[in-house]
């Protein structure tokens, strides 16, 4: 895949502990899908139920720890690949899981770099689909591109307007993913929002 739009493949039984994990860990709650922390957020724009989780929690969950590993390699590939996005940045402090349901999804055209205060330090997105559902990928609206969701498939694109996009609705199956952002690491980047 191009377009700045890097894909690879995570082992299966990795992704089956993040389920697990979402499962059965109980150390954090699981809430209603919100869209930039809106408290008015409704099902119409975004159906999941989603478990954030700080990073650094990851250290000590061997589950995470074995799918962040691999993530840290895959973003070594993608600054060998795309130089020019290799800045100073790092894992943002907190991920999610999130379960969407059948006709679940994030289901509204948006991207992930706003002014608002906790995203306007994102620099990368990052996303792997834990489970198979190939009519409830992701489509790109200025790429013109569809990503069908297979289970391990893990993608990463820059986090700007020009990489606006949205889940694709399947109301046969369910979906599951993890995801965060590679963040800016500048001091004072964001202070006033």
Not at 3 to 15: A, N, R, S
Not at 84 to 93: A, E, F, G, T, V
Not at 122 to 134: A, E, S
Not at 157 to 166: C, L, Q, R
Request: with cysteine; net charge negative.
């Amino acid at each position: 895949m191009d377009k700045f739009i890097y894909e690879t493949k995570f082992p299966k039984d990795v992704c089956d502990g993040i389920i697990d994990y979402y499962n059965n860990d109980e150390t954090f709650q699981k809430h209603p899908g919100q869209i930039s922390n809106r408290q008015d957020t409704t099902k119409s724009d975004k159906d999941s139920i989603d478990l954030s989780i700080p990073m650094q929690y990851a250290d000590f969950d061997d589950r995470l720890d074995a799918y962040f590993r691999l993530l840290h390699q895959t973003f070594v590939s993608y600054f060998q690949k795309f130089e020019q996005s290799r800045l100073p940045c790092k894992i943002s402090d907190i991920f999610n899981i999130q379960w969407y349901p059948k006709g679940g999804g994030y289901k509204i055209w948006h991207f992930e770099r706003t002014n608002n205060k906790h995203a306007i330090r994102r620099h990368l997105v990052w996303m792997t689909y834990l489970t198979d559902n190939p009519n409830g990928g992701t489509e790109f609206y200025f790429q013109d591109l569809y990503i069908p969701a297979e289970k391990g498939k893990t993608i990463i694109w820059p986090s700007e307007w020009m990489y606006t996009h949205k889940s694709r609705v399947d109301k046969m199956q369910e979906k599951m993913i993890i995801t965060g952002w590679m963040e800016f690491i500048s001091e004072g980047m964001g202070k006033n929002t």
